[in-house]
């Protein structure tokens, strides 16, 4: 039986919902060599169909399954790395670090892509932005799948001072829900 290519493409929707158009394309090739093997193999009508549709969908749900990681892996980093720019803003603000202050790009410790390897160990000023191939940004991610950071490099001339009085009604102290309290380190 011949299709036409308007029903072609309605029945292998079902099996590319949801996916990028590259990735679409390589489920309707793993399609069309399967249906080729099938055929080189004598198997044909509802049993080549049936087994089409059961690799092809299972071939596409893997893909899905994919591309539902990627989305999630760099939904996270772009609120990891929001947040702890917000953590440097916050600190800025709140006078615990100068103007000096800095935030460096932390890549992983190995398998960097080529988009992330020269940005490794660079430095901007804390409200910086840093440039990668295609794009710039206060923090990452540069890229999809992009498990880079960035880190605060408070550049501090001498430590911080001790802001509760040391008492126990101290309200710069900790009281667990349990009771518990965490015992006051003394500051030299």
Not at 42 to 68: E, N
Not at 119 to 143: E, I, T
Request: net charge positive; charged share 20%; aromatic share 10%.
């Amino acid at each position: 039986m011949e299709l036409t290519a308007a029903q072609v493409a309605a029945y292998r929707s079902g099996y590319t919902n949801g996916l990028f158009p590259r990735w679409a394309n390589a489920v309707n090739n793993y399609g069309d060599r399967t249906a080729t093997q099938l055929d080189k193999q004598g198997i044909t009508g509802d049993r080549a169909r049936t087994l089409l549709d059961k690799r092809t969908q299972r071939y596409g749900d893997k893909l899905r399954r994919a591309r539902s990681r990627m989305i999630a892996r760099t939904e996270i980093a772009k609120v990891q790395n929001a947040a702890m720019q917000a953590t440097i803003d916050s600190a800025y603000s709140d006078g615990l670090v100068g103007n000096r202050a800095q935030k460096v790009w932390v890549t992983g410790p190995f398998d960097v892509c080529d988009i992330c390897q020269p940005l490794s160990g660079q430095r901007v000023p804390y409200n910086g932005y840093f440039q990668w191939k295609n794009g710039s940004g206060p923090h990452g991610p540069a890229h999809p799948n992009c498990r880079c950071i960035i880190r605060m490099v408070p550049n501090t001339s001498k430590p911080p001072q001790r802001l509760g009085s040391g008492q126990t009604t101290d309200p710069f102290r900790y009281q667990f829900a349990d009771g518990w309290t965490a015992p006051i380190t003394p500051v030299r």
